[in-house]
């Protein structure tokens, strides 16, 4: 015989005095006083659940429901105004029970189909009120008019009435049962009732070969042994497709009453079942709420949370839906363990199975997030980077989402800025150096040793520190017949090439003197180059170069995985001067391996592509007073239309241009002999043209949960115009050596609008042996 797993105490309790018509004052005496003690569910972010999880405010009449249905914040239930279409709408969810009040005010549109099964009839009506306390449970709505909520107000109720009293026949409930699966064909089960002997295993069978997900309680015997038919769950036909219940007090332990099962603990979840406030209804208590207590009130929770789960990816299946539901719950644990050792188990408890519910966390994803390419590959969210150039070329890419796919399909939003930065390298401090420099007989040496240089690696979000290791080096010679030789190592081929070659740009502390040279060079980051210089009969100077940047160089060495990053220049500059007037111009063209104008990436942002640049420089500087000195520099730059090979949303881009100029003062002996005073006004490299063609996954079929795509172009050009200004004073010291100072301000520091304006000071300290 089974019975309803509903303790009769409680019911008469709620019948003698817990139970509120809509007429009833204490329904109406709830203040915003009253809900102070609510706990808001935050909105997850960065990503929202494929039905979109929106920042909307409760509605007054969730506040009031929550004021008494305290069980919806234990179990972290969004709000319904928060889950949008994603709150149950288009789910049905089978309940085998007693009946209910298809008119009542919390379950009014709710209903979509009634059977009765000693009559083969309609007529449901609800002579216990169990069946309407279970059904607003799960699908109970503030919407219409009802004072408390369900799980999952939005989804449909298909009802089978299989008992009149407390117990009924086996017979009489396999009815129901197929009549909700086969007829009705809801894809989700609600039984809370149970029997101490199996029974209806032909119907429960059907029912899971039907893909049906069955929510069964334990049982309220307070024995260590599951009732029937949630003791199915551990049959191999099962097919995890059966989850057995138990009920948890207010203070997350298990109720006096509830069973529980070691043998089921894999297939065992808990959820709120004391005192449990809904809908409820008799011939002599219609349009009513009641509070109840049972493993019967804590089934419907789950069968709801598995509404939610199904509303917003309706592809998946029974299986997938059990899982989410397992390994989402807050652990639980029978023995005296801290919270924390608790959490971070990964097996199920012998008691409390996989703990309790958390529809919040069903909601999310669960494992890695994997975004989804046009080829079909699926790349880890979480590993994927792109470190946007100086020339700011990853700026349309900082407003795109896409779709990503957690373990089970299941797509969610996700933002690429969150993976977009403005560099490769960043340091904890300026890195103290020291430094030595010769300059004899047409030689020139300089070295530079850090002290101390901290690397955070993009593709791995590692850092690495080195200590007291060679920086930077350069190296210069001629001779008397106007021949030169210079190579050097760490990013230094301004000290070959360019203006800063001559000594006429105006000083910098930081090392951007260089940007009076072709600002193409500076792209290959602590590159090697190699120079050869000679002097033409009429005063020309030609010198030819090659600057060479591989992984070896970059920050990608610290991760093997992380893709290769090559870059060579080759360049031509001619130097010629005219008077006092020195005039250069370089020509160049810059190739680079998975990477472009210094753009990187990995994962669902690589750039599997060989980028070509070519470009034009010209440099000057002209005396316009004793000891000073004005400077300017230009520079454009095409880069060729590329395709990207790598499994990326980044398909490619057309081709595009590139520009920069810098214009400064220079002048010499100013407060004393040999200090020198130098300000520069600039813009650094920046794009001026070209697009970028990014396809992104913007659907997913709730038929079968692929993902569609759209491919969309955007624009390379960024928001703003970066625009430097720097003012560096340098002075010999009565010891030996020169000590500078630098004062910089950066405006629309990256090329990006919106980017608040930088300051910077500094000091450095060189001495010379």
């Not at 929550?66 to 709150?87: C, D, E, F």
């Not at 199996?198 to 899971?208: F, G, H, R």
């Not at 009641?290 to 509404?307: F, H, I, K």
């Not at 420099?437 to 690397?455: Q, R």
Request: contains cysteine; proline residues 4%.
């Amino acid at each position: 015989m089974f019975k309803l797993n509903t303790l009769t105490a409680a019911i008469m309790a709620a019948l003698c005095g817990n139970a509120l018509a809509l007429d009833d004052p204490l329904a109406l005496e709830l203040t915003e006083e009253d809900s102070t003690e609510l706990r808001t569910l935050a909105t997850p972010t960065p990503v929202t659940s494929g039905a979109t999880l929106v920042k909307a405010a409760p509605t007054a009449a969730e506040r009031t429901a929550r004021a008494y249905q305290g069980w919806l914040n234990q179990i972290n239930k969004p709000y319904a105004n928060q889950l949008a279409s994603g709150n149950g709408t288009g789910v049905t969810v089978g309940v085998v029970d007693s009946g209910l009040q298809v008119s009542h005010p919390a379950l009014r549109g709710r209903v979509q189909a009634t059977y009765n099964a000693f009559t083969g009839g309609t007529d449901v009506t609800d002579q216990m009120g169990h069946g309407t306390h279970v059904s607003g449970i799960i699908a109970g709505s503030t919407t219409s008019g009802g004072l408390l909520e369900g799980v999952a107000p939005g989804a449909k109720l298909v009802m089978a009435k299989v008992f009149t009293t407390g117990s009924s026949s086996s017979v009489t409930i396999g009815k129901g049962i197929d009549w909700v699966v086969n007829v009705q064909k809801a894809p989700i089960l609600s039984l809370s009732l149970g029997s101490s002997a199996a029974a209806m295993q032909s119907n429960i069978q059907n029912a899971v070969t039907k893909g049906t997900l069955i929510t069964a309680a334990l049982g309220n015997d307070g024995r260590a042994s599951g009732s029937w038919p949630a003791a199915f769950a551990k049959a191999s036909w099962a097919k995890g497709q059966i989850i057995a219940v138990g009920a948890l007090d207010a203070n997350n332990r298990r109720a006096s009453f509830s069973n529980y099962d070691p043998t089921l603990a894999n297939w065992t979840v808990f959820a709120p079942g004391v005192n449990v406030a809904s809908s409820y209804s008799t011939p002599y208590a219609q349009n009513s709420y009641a509070y109840m207590s049972g493993t019967s009130m804590a089934t419907p929770v789950v069968a709801g949370q598995a509404a939610l789960i199904k509303s917003n990816w309706n592809f998946l299946p029974a299986t997938d839906i059990a899982q989410i539901i397992f390994q989402s719950a807050t652990h639980l644990c029978s023995d005296p363990v801290s919270a924390a050792v608790c959490a971070a188990r990964k097996t199920p408890d012998s008691m409390y199975g996989w703990g309790l519910v958390n529809v919040g966390a069903s909601l999310q994803p669960i494992g890695n997030l994997n975004v989804g390419t046009k080829t079909g590959a699926k790349v880890n969210f979480a590993g994927s980077s792109l470190a946007s150039s100086k020339a700011g070329l990853a700026s349309g890419l900082k407003g795109t989402k896409t779709l990503a796919v957690d373990k089970f399909n299941r797509a969610f939003v996700v933002y690429l800025s969150s993976a977009v930065s403005s560099s490769t390298v960043k340091t904890s401090a300026t890195p103290t150096a020291a430094a030595s420099t010769v300059s004899a007989n047409g030689v020139k040496f300089s070295a530079e040793y850090a002290e101390s240089t901290l690397v955070q690696n993009l593709w791995s979000n590692t850092e690495a520190t080195s200590s007291n290791k060679l920086g930077k080096m350069s190296y210069s010679f001629s001779n008397d017949r106007g021949t030169s030789y210079g190579f050097g190592t760490g990013g230094t081929a301004a000290s070959f090439f360019g203006l800063q070659s001559t000594g006429f740009a105006p000083l910098s502390l930081n090392g951007e003197g260089s940007r009076f040279s072709a600002p193409y060079f500076e792209l290959a980051e602590s590159a090697t180059h190699f120079g050869y210089g000679s002097t033409l009969k009429n005063g020309t100077i030609v010198r030819f170069g090659m600057v060479s940047q591989n992984s070896a160089n970059a920050s990608s060495l610290l991760n093997l995985s992380a893709p290769v990053i090559a870059r060579s220049l080759a360049t031509m500059e001619l130097q010629k001067n005219f008077g006092d007037v020195t005039g250069i111009m370089t020509i160049g063209r810059l190739q680079e391996d998975n990477s472009v104008l210094g753009m990187t990436g990995s994962g669902a942002l690589g750039l599997g592509a060989r980028a070509s640049t070519s470009f034009v420089t010209l440099a000057g500087s002209v005396p316009i007073a004793p000891k000073s000195h004005f400077s300017a520099m230009a520079t454009l730059g095409r880069t060729a239309a590329y395709e990207n090979a790598s499994s990326s949303l980044i398909d490619g881009a057309s081709a595009s241009s590139s520009m920069a100029w810098s214009l400064g003062l220079a002048r010499q002996d100013i407060l004393r002999d040999g200090d020198q005073l130098g300000f520069t006004l600039s813009m650094p490299l920046k794009t001026t043209s070209g697009s970028m063609q990014v396809t992104t996954a913007v659907a997913q079929s709730q038929e079968d949960g692929s993902l569609q795509y759209a491919t969309q172009s955007l624009n390379l050009r960024p928001t703003g115009t970066q625009r430097d200004l720097e003012l560096a004073y340098s002075t010999p010291m009565r010891l030996g050596g020169r000590l500078t100072a630098l004062a910089q301000v950066k405006l629309q520091p990256g090329h990006d609008a919106s980017a608040p304006t930088q300051f910077g000071l500094g000091v450095r300290y060189v001495h010379g042996f």
